[in-house]
């Protein structure tokens, strides 16, 4: 027995070892596209205009000293053994650091929070409760106590997802530019000047086209790819060191950083805004987390980027330190350094590779954008799965086509890298900072270390950052206006339709109607209870919303089986499907009213089809049937109105609860067995649809709770109607100029040029009912 567990666990281990090679040569093409095109035009970008050559190479040295030392501490020390670890159940990204905050310290910007949510498995409770004497504590205090605080820290989060878009529209400009630019070096000649202009705008406009198909039907290229690319520019590197410069290898020193600022002065200190291009991409280690592990990330960075982009920037160095005075422009571009004979098989790899590299960030711009639209902070769009075996890769048409109409104005608008790169360079370098700020709060709020530490942390890596920020934003008059112009664009949508949200939900919370009234109305709710099941679609979590009073003023009648569905999203990436729905009900149990509150993590895929709503009917039933909350006709105000509803599965989750059924029974003695099974049968018999519910063998159910679940079938089989509220907001009177420019054009506008919520785009038009307000906050 010894030696078959040893066995065992030897295989295991080796298929675990397998599955973490696998991932991290996958990450190859996902993570590190970015990062590895870098090299097409960091030197570019860093001698452009700021430092010229002289006859001494310590120009050169000194630009090498500064990549190989910002690689070291900002990928590897900073993210590859620090940020990572600060994920938020596996994933990771600038809303992941905020979700991972907002529920340490209470300061979540979700209006319809529960403390029925920080039961979810998915919350870490053993990092919950830091140590009231800590600073922690205080801080944890200081930031629930403060809205003011509490918004600067949403328009942090904000910024950094800001710039990420910005990023998404600036990575694919200079990443193709740069790579399509070897096109005139290999042509060598001089009418062929700008013919690299076109060519990039061709490539994007492919590269924008082919999003619709999803990543997962190149995706395999994409490693190879990556891996090819990486070994072309280490294998060229390798080459030009030997060749030109075996002595670039002193250039590692930091001492060659402090002579080059010594001797550039202010103009070195400009350059800056080039060498930190070299890092671009470095974020997406963090972002592309959920898809990898961390392990898996570490692994391919250490083994194989980095060494490789070490290996290709001592290359490029060492070319140029040999050739101090080149006639044409490209003296100190990528291509020059590539042995003639190669060029153009390099210029293939690397538009394949700045293709890759685009590719990545284009996706994680859809992702970003899918978290901040789940947790409220930017208009509704369309989100379409590209794929039903991968998890995450989506596709979003308006972003997508707003991102290619903004990449080939910046191509076409500025035609040289030099100005792309100080763009692109403020967009990188400002998340990072952004990344920085949140880590500190994390390290005191979440790990619950000493704040010494979190200083140290911030002070570090804060000063190395702000030097380059500083560096980038000097140029702001030469591209790097562009990133500013995109965030503040975007910033000014997301928080006009956050505040916006915010104010709808509170005028709900204040107008909604009071379960006393509803009780004075008896089981009848003085209205006509027809057959059928109506589904209520509302944002409160408790009450009744003012769209039901509304409506059975207007039109007294209503089906005899109410349910009440909240769907909200809660700031965890994934809810299991066991904890999904929070069934309850709303006064006596003969009144048939049900609040269903249905979770969804900020990366999670709601349904949107047939199977969600068996699945509400099967979770109704499971909960009449298990009696797990008796009535309840406690006001919905109460604070603990989470203790009075249940937790139930899904049907396909909850396999050993209840079943439904409908047409015909299944008579196949394989689906179950029917000798153990009890059958709940509907006497309607004239109708064009059968349904029964088959449940598990137990004790004997009451007579209230059968009449309770044979009126839900019947329900079932009567059809299901779909009431929708459309409200239309209004600022008050009384309200500030800026106000009601916000309320009456800005937030209106978003309104109605987004998408309808995703569980109203596949209800079924004839199903539907759309009940219309004012609502004037």
């Known amino acids: 027995m010894d030696l078959e567990s040893g066995l065992y666990q030897n295989r295991v281990k080796k298929e675990s070892w397998r599955t973490l090679l696998t991932l991290a040569y996958q990450s190859l093409g996902v993570v590190y596209g970015d990062l590895s095109t870098s090299p097409l035009y960091v030197y570019k970008s860093t001698f452009a205009e700021d430092i010229e050559h002289s006859e ?24 590859v053994f620090i940020v990572l670890r600060a994920d938020d159940n596996g994933e990771g990204g600038t809303f992941a650091l905020y979700s991972l905050i907002c529920r340490h310290a209470r300061v979540n910007s979700l209006p319809n929070c529960q403390l029925a949510d920080e039961d979810l498995s998915t919350y870490k409770k053993d990092i919950l409760a830091p140590n009231p004497t800590t600073f922690g504590s205080s801080l944890k205090s200081t930031l629930e106590r403060h809205r003011v605080l509490q918004k600067c820290l949403l328009v942090l989060a904000l910024i950094g997802t800001c710039m990420v878009i910005g990023d998404g529209v600036l990575t694919p400009a200079i990443s193709v530019f740069s790579a399509v630019s070897g096109v005139e070096l290999a042509m060598a000649k001089e009418h062929h000047k700008y013919v690299e202009v ?43 060191i030997f060749r030109w410069n075996p002595h670039v290898y002193q250039a590692l020193s930091p001492y060659y950083m402090y002579k080059f600022l010594k001797k550039t002065q202010r103009g070195g200190w400009m350059s800056l805004g080039g060498i930190l291009l070299c890092i671009t991409g470095s974020e997406a280690m963090f972002a592309d987390l959920g898809h990898f592990s961390q392990l898996s990330i570490k692994i391919a960075f250490t083994s194989i980027v980095y060494p490789s982009l070490i290996l290709a920037y001592m290359g490029q160095a060492a070319y140029l330190s040999q050739h101090h005075v080149i006639e044409n ?123 010494f530490l979190a200083l140290c942390f911030v002070l570090f890596f804060g000063t190395i950052e702000a030097l380059y920020f500083s560096a980038s934003l000097i140029k702001f008059l030469e591209g790097a206006w562009v990133p500013i112009v995109l965030a503040l664009t975007f910033m000014l949508v997301m928080y006009v339709w956050h505040y916006g949200t915010l104010k709808k939900y509170e005028f709900d919370v204040q107008n909604k109607v009071s379960v006393d009234w509803l009780l004075s109305l008896g089981p009848s709710l003085g209205i006509v209870r027809v057959r059928g099941i109506g589904l209520i679609h509302t944002e409160l979590v408790s009450g009744i919303p003012a769209i039901f009073s509304h409506f059975v003023t207007n039109l007294p009648a209503f089906h005899q089986v109410l349910v009440f569905i909240c769907i909200k999203s809660v700031p965890v990436p994934h809810v299991r499907h066991e904890e999904r729905f929070l069934v309850g009900h709303i006064g006596p149990r003969e ?66 609860g209840i079943q439904m059924r409908e047409d015909e029974v299944d008579n196949n003695p394989a689906s179950a067995s029917t000798s153990e099974l009890k059958e709940i049968q509907s006497p309607v018999v004239q109708l064009r649809k059968r349904v029964r519910f088959v449940i598990p063998d137990s004790p004997e159910i009451d007579r209230g709770v059968r009449e309770e679940l044979q009126d839900l079938m019947e329900a079932r089989e009567a059809g299901v109607a779909y009431i929708l509220g459309h409200s239309y907001v209004r600022a008050k009177q009384g309200s500030s100029l800026l106000k009601k420019f916000v309320i009456n054009y800005g937030y209106d506008l978003l309104r109605r040029n987004s998408r309808a919520p995703t569980y109203a785009l596949s209800v079924p038009h004839a199903s539907t009912l759309e009940v219309g307000m004012a609502y004037h906050v």
């Not at 040295?61 to 993210?79: A, I, M, N």
């Not at 082919?210 to 490693?223: D, E, I």
């Not at 020059?336 to 790899?349: D, H, N, T």
């Not at 048409?397 to 403020?426: H, Q, Y």
């Open 56 to 79: 001494t190479n310590e120009e050169i040295y000194g630009v090498l000293s500064f990549v190989f030392w910002t690689l070291t501490l900002v990928p590897l020390l900073k993210y």
């Open 591 to 656: 009144y048939r009213l049900y609040r269903c509150i249905v979770r969804y993590g900020y990366r999670d895929v709601q349904k949107d089809d047939l199977e969600f709503e068996n699945d509400i009917v099967c979770t109704l039933a499971e909960f009449i049937r298990t009696g797990k909350v008796g009535p309840n006709s406690v006001d919905e105000n109460s604070t603990k109105q989470d203790e009075k509803m249940a937790v139930v599965g899904t049907p396909s989750t909850h396999v050993e």
């Open 329 to 451: 422009d490209y003296r100190i571009g990528f291509y020059v350094s590539v042995p003639e004979k190669l060029r153009w098989p390099v210029l293939a790899i690397a538009i394949l590779a700045a293709v890759v590299g685009s590719q990545a960030i284009i996706t994680g711009t859809f992702s970003i954008i899918k978290q901040c639209s789940a947790l409220g902070c930017f208009p509704r769009v369309k989100i379409v799965h590209t794929s039903s075996k991968v998890h995450g890769q989506i596709y979003i048409p308006e972003i997508n086509w707003i991102l290619m109409l903004l990449c080939l104005a910046v191509t076409i608008g500025f035609r040289d890298t030099k100005r792309m790169g100080n763009a692109s360079g403020l967009a990188v370098i400002t998340v990072m900072l952004v990344t920085t700020c949140l880590m500190s709060l994390v390290i005191v709020l979440c790990w619950h270390q000493n704040i």
């Open 198 to 240: 076109p060519v990039a705008c061709i490539v994007l406009i492919g590269l924008f086209a082919l999003q619709h198909y999803g990543t997962h039907r190149v995706g395999f290229l994409f490693a190879p790819v990556v891996i090819m690319w990486l070994l072309c520019i280490s294998s060229i590197g390798v080459y030009n």
